[in-house]
Each structure stands twice: as structure tokens, then as C-alpha cells.
């Protein structure tokens, strides 16, 4: 076997092969769950295929899926770039979406070439100060991102809890009793790319984001900075770079994706917004990171799979008997990160040869520990 | 202010001990989830999973409860749970050197997905009486104090567990052998090797014993709380715990105090709006968050982990 895999080029191998064994190991784990509660896993994969891909606008519903893991995916893939765990991605997808949706229904009448990027525009900022509190705090105090960005997860959807419920501030006080802010001006709303379908110009934004944000990182001075703290921030630091204002900078733009992907969301789907509820986006989010390997153009099979199984998930749920959970999708999620994490497991499934595989390095930032 | 008077008048001792004891009570998974971080985390192995763990615990205990009709097999199935899937995260944190924080991650994940699936088939449908509530023990003599016999004498198994386990943990760390070695694999793990300490070994068995009490904690939830399972019923109380260990400072005492802390300000919370007090409860919410965030920036008095926290270690 090893010789199989002799003249298979590294980079094919981690970028790849290690994802989709990983990938399919990850159904196989799943699987065994499914054998447990007396249904047929090949039907309920079936299913979830059928749910995804087949069924009349199924494959529009799951590219709609998929774009909020796009902006999550790429904004937690950047902070790992720069060395950092931006585990907060959800509670900056709500104040993304409340600063964006806050905009989007108080402007009127002004052209939807205005309204959207003004929308989004807050949403940036309020993403990106969000994400950047807990940057600076690195950056000045070492307080470690995980748990700082993990507080302010909750402290998030406090936050929108109390604006959407509260009369006066975000509550519309015409919904007859519902909770949920005003509903965004017309203009506001991305417009349907693909007629029949929810597929909205998000999608588009989405893919655009992957080139802008690989670039950002791969060829410009900003981004050669990020990956030098990443990868090492005491020579960083002996070369003359700000290590305080790169790690603030990184955080800040992690944070602008996530909370791009909840105005996006908002401004293409939901049309307003109703009292947060922990989502799991943030988890979802780095899943994808990980199974992207925290390369931007790897963020689109990742995150379309992520959308695949979200979307095809309900049906599957629907059409087995007896009924698989959509919480299956969960179990998949869970080994698939375990198995691109932990790639010792697949070097030995298939026989590669130790330096064949790349470790996936994280946070080893020099001298950096949680809570340190 | 005037409404701040007549709260502070209105106040009897009989509120005085429902507020004590609704502040203990709440605090029991808590500080549970907390004192399996400080387990871990003293031996170097930061453990974000405390809330899948504790979600695991829940379900197992309340499905061994409801099948068996035992409440105490239940119990044990809870902590059996919990360390079973707190395993898993020390194999993949241990032996595999996978980032801690993933492998935290990839247990809160395999937790939702696990309890939901086998929730929707086995439970949901059924229809069956559920096992109940573990009772509640009044303890003779004690139970009958004023106030105090209230609030520390007349609880749930779970919570008196909680309490016995805060200062069995405490004593373990600080006055153990094991103890000694925990922290010198927190600390310094090479140190720890060359005085023949088998890091790995205290490392497994610290992250499973940490399963086991945030299993217990789970089990609070399901068999103590409620007598039922509903999925995410944990509702991110393990990264509340998580929260409590920090600013308690990795020392079971001080988690203890955090979660009381924690828990008493939802006290005021919900008995300030009974008042008519307009504190929005969502500020209130917000303190145990806000203060983990200032403890860990060291604003007021700096909280420092073990200095191997989170790092692996590999023999060389």
C-alpha cells in the first residue's frame, strides 16, 4: 500500500485524499448510529441525498445552506491562519445581523444598490468590533480568544434578546404580539438569482468572498503579516511586526465574515429577526474551517457539504421509519472533524507514510495556552 | 429607588432561605461541570467538552432511569456516560495530540448528534411514565434549623453530592500524592516525566474522572430537575461551569463560589421583576460572562492557568 501512495505529491494527499476519507469515514461513524435505532442506513442516506440534491428545488435550497457557512467558514479559517480560535462566530453572525438588520429597516426608499451595502456595511463594522474586543484583549492582556470569544457568544445573544424583545429599541410594535424587529425595507432584500427558488444574491457574495479573502491572506502585506504571527509570533515580533495589531486585525476581520454571513442570512432569507437562539453555527463553523484545512478555496466543498447534509437532514428525517433524527447529521459533523484532526488514524488506515501527512497545526502560537 | 426600598423592606426570612436554597440548587450542575474543568485542566488538558459531556450524562441517566426504574442505576449510568464520552476526548487530546479545543469541539457536536438521534427514536414516542425525581432528603436535626437547614439540609441527592465533591476534589488536588502529580503535569509536563510521573496515565485518568462529574451534573438535569430528557436540555451550562472554573481560579472552592455567584444573580434577576424592579434581566444574564471575560483579561486580580494548560505533550 505504501508504494501505492509513493509518487502521490504531499499536497494531494492533505488537501484531498485526508478530507474525503475523512469525510467518508464520518458516514460510515454515523451509520453504525442509524444500525442502533433499527433503521436502514443506506435508505436514510437515500434520503439525504434525495433531500439535497434530487427533489425539486433541493438543489437550490442546499447552495442556500450553504451560504452562511461560506462567510463562517472563511472567517474562522482566517483567524487559524493568523494563529488564532475564533470560536465566537455565532454570537458575531447575531451582531452582524442585528447592527445590518437594524439599518436595513430604518432606511427607506433609497435604491437597493444603496441599501444593501449599507446594510451590510454596519454589519461589517459591528462584526468586526464585536470580534475585535476579544483581539484586543489578546493582544494587550493575553486573555485567550477561545474563552473570551465563548463568553461573548452568550453575552451576543443577551444582547439581541434584549433589543428584539424590548419596546421601544428593535421590538416592532406592529407585529401584533410577535417578537421579532420590523420587517427590512424592500430594497434591502437581496434579490433571487434563480427564479423559483430562495437562491439570493448571497450565494454570489459568498463565492466572491472565497477569492477576496484568499487573496487578502495569500498577496497582500496585511495577510503576509497575519501568517507570520500565525506561524510564529516571536520572530514576527523580531522582524518588526506589530503582533498587538495584526492578532486585533485578524480577530476584527474573522469577526466581519461571521457577521456577514448573519446580515446575508437576514437580508436573503429571514427578513428580519426573531430573539436568538443558540444555532450552532459557531461549531458548524469551525468543522468547515477544519475540513477546508483552513484554505479559502477549500471552504466551497466544505461548506456545500455542510449545506448538503443541513438541507437534505429534514427529509431524511421525514421519510424514514423508523425516523432517523436530522440530528444525525451531528454524528457525521462530529467524526468528520475528528478524522481531518487527527489524521494519524486515516495514515494508518491507508498505509501512507509518517511524513507524508502534514499535522493539522492550530493554535500553536508560541507560548500561547487557553486562559493563559 | 423607591422600588429598590420596598424590595429590600419586603424581604422576610423566609425569602431569605428560598433565595439561598434556589441559589444552591441551581448552582449543583454548575458547579459540577466546573469541578470536572478544574480535574482536567490541572493536568494540563483544557476541556471546552464539559457541556456535550454533561448533555450525555442526562440522556444516558434518564434512559437507564426509564428503562430499568431505578433512579440510582441511572445516576451510575450518568457518570459511566460521561466518562465514556470525556474519553473519547482524551484519546484524541492524548494520544492523537489533537488540538484540545477541537477535540472540546468535536464532543459538544457528537453529544447533540448522539442524545437527538436516539432521542427521537426510543424516547419521543414513548408514552410511559417517566422514573420521577430523586427524592429529597431531609436531614433530621439539621433539616430543621432556620434558614440554614433549608438552603444545606433539605436537597436532592445530586446536590448533596456537589457539596461532598467540592472538597473532595479540593482535598485530591492539594493534599493528595495524586493531587501533586495532577498539577506537575499542569504545570511542567517534562518536569513531571523526569521525576517519573507517567503524564499520559494522570492525563486519561484526570479527563475521565472530569467526565464523570460533569456526567453527574448532567445528571441533575434529567433525573434531579425535571424527571425527564429533552434534547440541549443542558442549554450551555457546561461553558457556564467552564466559566465558573476560570473565575474561580482552577480551585474547587472558588468554583464552588463562582457558580453560587452566578446562579444568585438569576435569583435577583427573576425576583427583581416580580418587585417591579426594571433591571432587564438580559444585563443580569450577562455578568457571569462579562466577569469570566474581566478575570481572564486580569482587570480584578488576574486568573492564571495551569502553565501547561492546553498544550500537548509528547515523549520525547
Same mark, same amino acid.
Given at each position: 500500500?505504501?508504494r501505492?501512495w @509513493?509518487?502521490?505529491?504531499a499536497?494531494?494527499?492533505?488537501a484531498l485524499?485526508?478530507?474525503?476519507?475523512s469525510?467518508v469515514?464520518?458516514f460510515?461513524?454515523? @451509520?453504525?448510529?442509524?444500525?442502533?435505532t433499527?433503521?436502514?442506513?443506506t435508505?436514510a442516506?437515500?434520503?439525504l441525498?434525495q433531500?439535497?440534491?434530487?427533489?425539486?428545488n433541493?438543489f +437550490?435550497e442546499t447552495?442556500v445552506?450553504?451560504v452562511?457557512?461560506m462567510?463562517?467558514?472563511l472567517? #474562522?479559517?482566517l483567524g487559524?491562519?493568523?494563529g488564532l480560535?475564533?470560536i465566537?462566530?455565532?454570537?458575531?453572525?447575531?451582531?452582524?445581523?442585528?447592527?445590518g438588520?437594524?439599518?436595513?429597516?430604518?432606511?427607506?426608499?433609497l435604491?437597493?444598490?444603496?441599501?444593501v451595502?449599507?446594510?451590510?456595511?454596519a454589519?461589517?463594522a459591528?462584526?468586526?468590533?464585536y470580534a475585535?474586543?476579544?483581539g484586543?484583549?489578546?493582544?494587550?492582556t493575553? +486573555?485567550?480568544?477561545v474563552i473570551?470569544t465563548?463568553?461573548?457568544n452568550?453575552?451576543?445573544?443577551?444582547?439581541a434578546n434584549?433589543?428584539v424583545?424590548t419596546?421601544g429599541l428593535m421590538?416592532?410594535p406592529?407585529?401584533? %404580539?410577535?417578537?421579532?424587529?420590523p420587517?427590512i425595507d424592500a430594497?434591502?432584500v437581496?434579490p433571487?438569482?434563480?427564479p423559483g427558488?430562495?437562491?439570493?444574491l448571497?450565494?454570489?457574495?459568498?463565492l466572491?468572498?472565497i477569492?477576496?479573502?484568499w487573496?487578502?491572506i495569500?498577496?497582500?502585506?496585511v495577510g503576509?503579516r497575519?501568517r507570520a504571527?500565525g506561524?510564529?509570533?516571536?520572530?514576527?515580533?523580531?522582524?518588526g511586526?506589530s503582533? @498587538?495589531r495584526?492578532t486585533?486585525?485578524?480577530?476584527?476581520?474573522s469577526?466581519?465574515?461571521?457577521?456577514?454571513a448573519g446580515i446575508?442570512?437576514?437580508? %436573503?432569507?429571514q427578513?428580519d429577526?426573531?430573539?436568538?437562539?443558540?444555532?450552532?453555527y459557531?461549531?458548524?463553523?469551525?468543522?468547515v474551517?477544519?475540513? +477546508?484545512r483552513?484554505?479559502p478555496w477549500?471552504?466551497?466543498p466544505a461548506?456545500?457539504?455542510?449545506g448538503a447534509l443541513?438541507n437534505g437532514a429534514?427529509?431524511?428525517?421525514?421519510q424514514?421509519?423508523?425516523q432517523?433524527?436530522?440530528d444525525l447529521i451531528?454524528? #457525521?459533523?462530529?467524526s468528520?472533524?475528528?478524522?481531518?484532526a487527527?489524521?494519524?488514524i486515516?495514515?494508518?488506515?491507508?498505509?501512507?507514510?509518517?511524513?507524508?501527512v502534514? +499535522?493539522?497545526?492550530?493554535t500553536q502560537r508560541e507560548?500561547?495556552a487557553?486562559h493563559? | 429607588?423607591?422600588?429598590?426600598?420596598?424590595?429590600?423592606v419586603?424581604i422576610?426570612? =423566609?425569602? $431569605?432561605a428560598v433565595f439561598?436554597s434556589q441559589?444552591?440548587?441551581?448552582?449543583t450542575?454548575l458547579?459540577?461541570a466546573?469541578?470536572?474543568?478544574v480535574m =482536567?485542566e490541572r =493536568?494540563?488538558?483544557v *476541556?471546552?467538552?464539559l457541556?456535550?459531556?454533561?448533555?450525555?450524562g442526562?440522556f444516558?441517566?434518564?434512559?437507564v432511569?426509564?428503562f430499568?426504574?431505578?433512579?440510582?442505576?441511572g445516576?451510575?449510568?450518568a457518570v459511566?456516560?460521561?466518562?465514556?464520552?470525556a474519553a $473519547?476526548?482524551?484519546?484524541?487530546?492524548?494520544?492523537?495530540?489533537?488540538?484540545?479545543i477541537?477535540?472540546?469541539t468535536?464532543i *459538544? $457536536?457528537?453529544?447533540?448528534?448522539v442524545?437527538?438521534v436516539?432521542?427521537?427514536t426510543y424516547?419521543?414516542s414513548q408514552s410511559v411514565?417517566?422514573?420521577g425525581?430523586?427524592?429529597?432528603?431531609?436531614?433530621?436535626?439539621?433539616g430543621?434549623?432556620?434558614?440554614?437547614g433549608q438552603?444545606?439540609?433539605?436537597?436532592a441527592f445530586?446536590t448533596y453530592?456537589?457539596?461532598g465533591?467540592?472538597?473532595?476534589?479540593?482535598l485530591?488536588?492539594?493534599?493528595t500524592?495524586?493531587?501533586?502529580?495532577t498539577?506537575a503535569?499542569?504545570?511542567h509536563p517534562q518536569?513531571?516525566?523526569?521525576?517519573g510521573?507517567?503524564?499520559y496515565?494522570?492525563?486519561?485518568v484526570?479527563?475521565?474522572v472530569s467526565?464523570?462529574l460533569a456526567?453527574?451534573?448532567?445528571?441533575?438535569f434529567?433525573?434531579q430537575?425535571?424527571? *425527564?430528557?429533552?434534547p440541549?436540555?443542558?442549554?450551555?451550562?457546561g461553558f457556564?461551569?467552564l466559566?465558573?472554573?476560570?473565575f474561580?481560579r482552577? *480551585?474547587?472552592?472558588?468554583a464552588?463560589?463562582?457558580?453560587?455567584?452566578?446562579?444568585a444573580s438569576d435569583?435577583?434577576?427573576?425576583?427583581a421583576?416580580?418587585f417591579g424592579v426594571?433591571?432587564?434581566?438580559q444585563f443580569l444574564?450577562?455578568?457571569p460572562?462579562?466577569?469570566?471575560?474581566?478575570v481572564?483579561?486580569g482587570?480584578?486580580?488576574?486568573a492564571?492557568?495551569?502553565?501547561?494548560?492546553?498544550?500537548p505533550?509528547?515523549?520525547?
Amino acid at each position: 500500500m505504501s508504494r501505492l501512495w @509513493a509518487h502521490v505529491p504531499a499536497w494531494v494527499i492533505n488537501a484531498l485524499i485526508i478530507p474525503v476519507v475523512s469525510v467518508v469515514l464520518g458516514f460510515l461513524v454515523a @451509520a453504525i448510529a442509524v444500525v442502533a435505532t433499527g433503521a436502514d442506513p443506506t435508505l436514510a442516506y437515500l434520503y439525504l441525498f434525495q433531500g439535497a440534491f434530487t427533489n425539486t428545488n433541493a438543489f +437550490a435550497e442546499t447552495l442556500v445552506s450553504s451560504v452562511p457557512y461560506m462567510f463562517l467558514g472563511l472567517g #474562522v479559517a482566517l483567524g487559524f491562519r493568523a494563529g488564532l480560535f475564533n470560536i465566537g462566530a455565532e454570537g458575531q453572525f447575531y451582531i452582524g445581523a442585528l447592527a445590518g438588520v437594524f439599518v436595513a429597516y430604518s432606511v427607506h426608499g433609497l435604491p437597493a444598490i444603496v441599501e444593501v451595502p449599507l446594510a451590510l456595511l454596519a454589519a461589517i463594522a459591528a462584526g468586526f468590533l464585536y470580534a475585535g474586543i476579544a483581539g484586543f484583549l489578546k493582544a494587550q492582556t493575553g +486573555a485567550h480568544e477561545v474563552i473570551t470569544t465563548i463568553m461573548l457568544n452568550y453575552v451576543a445573544f443577551l444582547i439581541a434578546n434584549y433589543l428584539v424583545t424590548t419596546p421601544g429599541l428593535m421590538l416592532d410594535p406592529h407585529a401584533h %404580539g410577535l417578537i421579532r424587529t420590523p420587517y427590512i425595507d424592500a430594497n434591502a432584500v437581496l434579490p433571487i438569482i434563480f427564479p423559483g427558488s430562495r437562491l439570493h444574491l448571497g450565494f454570489l457574495l459568498a463565492l466572491l468572498a472565497i477569492p477576496a479573502v484568499w487573496f487578502l491572506i495569500n498577496r497582500t502585506t496585511v495577510g503576509f503579516r497575519l501568517r507570520a504571527v500565525g506561524y510564529n509570533a516571536g520572530a514576527s515580533k523580531a522582524a518588526g511586526i506589530s503582533v @498587538a495589531r495584526t492578532t486585533v486585525l485578524a480577530m476584527g476581520i474573522s469577526g466581519a465574515l461571521a457577521a456577514t454571513a448573519g446580515i446575508v442570512q437576514m437580508l %436573503g432569507i429571514q427578513h428580519d429577526m426573531t430573539a436568538a437562539v443558540a444555532s450552532g453555527y459557531g461549531f458548524d463553523a469551525i468543522a468547515v474551517a477544519l475540513l +477546508a484545512r483552513s484554505n479559502p478555496w477549500g471552504i466551497l466543498p466544505a461548506a456545500l457539504l455542510f449545506g448538503a447534509l443541513h438541507n437534505g437532514a429534514s427529509f431524511m428525517q421525514l421519510q424514514t421509519t423508523p425516523q432517523v433524527s436530522s440530528d444525525l447529521i451531528s454524528i #457525521v459533523q462530529a467524526s468528520v472533524i475528528a478524522f481531518v484532526a487527527a489524521p494519524e488514524i486515516i495514515r494508518w488506515l491507508l498505509r501512507l507514510r509518517r511524513h507524508q501527512v502534514a +499535522a493539522v497545526a492550530i493554535t500553536q502560537r508560541e507560548g500561547a495556552a487557553p486562559h493563559a | 429607588m423607591h422600588e429598590m426600598a420596598l424590595l429590600v423592606v419586603s424581604i422576610r426570612p =423566609s425569602d $431569605i432561605a428560598v433565595f439561598g436554597s434556589q441559589t444552591l440548587v441551581t448552582a449543583t450542575p454548575l458547579t459540577l461541570a466546573a469541578l470536572g474543568g478544574v480535574m =482536567s485542566e490541572r =493536568s494540563g488538558v483544557v *476541556n471546552i467538552a464539559l457541556e456535550g459531556i454533561m448533555l450525555t450524562g442526562a440522556f444516558a441517566g434518564y434512559v437507564v432511569a426509564l428503562f430499568t426504574h431505578s433512579l440510582w442505576l441511572g445516576l451510575i449510568a450518568a457518570v459511566l456516560a460521561g466518562m465514556l464520552i470525556a474519553a $473519547i476526548h482524551a484519546i484524541l487530546a492524548i494520544s492523537f495530540i489533537v488540538d484540545q479545543i477541537v477535540s472540546g469541539t468535536v464532543i *459538544n $457536536i457528537l453529544a447533540i448528534g448522539v442524545t437527538g438521534v436516539f432521542y427521537r427514536t426510543y424516547l419521543e414516542s414513548q408514552s410511559v411514565a417517566g422514573p420521577g425525581h430523586l427524592p429529597t432528603w431531609h436531614v433530621p436535626v439539621l433539616g430543621d434549623l432556620p434558614i440554614i437547614g433549608q438552603v444545606l439540609f433539605q436537597n436532592a441527592f445530586v446536590t448533596y453530592a456537589m457539596l461532598g465533591l467540592v472538597v473532595a476534589v479540593y482535598l485530591v488536588i492539594f493534599h493528595t500524592t495524586w493531587g501533586l502529580r495532577t498539577r506537575a503535569c499542569g504545570e511542567h509536563p517534562q518536569a513531571a516525566e523526569t521525576a517519573g510521573i507517567n503524564v499520559y496515565f494522570v492525563r486519561y485518568v484526570n479527563v475521565i474522572v472530569s467526565g464523570g462529574l460533569a456526567g453527574l451534573g448532567g445528571a441533575y438535569f434529567s433525573l434531579q430537575q425535571l424527571g *425527564n430528557f429533552l434534547p440541549g436540555m443542558t442549554g450551555g451550562r457546561g461553558f457556564i461551569g467552564l466559566a465558573a472554573m476560570i473565575f474561580g481560579r482552577w *480551585n474547587p472552592f472558588g468554583a464552588f463560589g463562582a457558580s453560587m455567584l452566578f446562579t444568585a444573580s438569576d435569583q435577583v434577576a427573576s425576583r427583581a421583576i416580580a418587585f417591579g424592579v426594571h433591571v432587564p434581566g438580559q444585563f443580569l444574564g450577562m455578568l457571569p460572562y462579562l466577569l469570566t471575560i474581566v478575570v481572564v483579561a486580569g482587570a480584578v486580580g488576574r486568573a492564571v492557568a495551569p502553565a501547561a494548560d492546553g498544550k500537548p505533550y509528547r515523549k520525547s
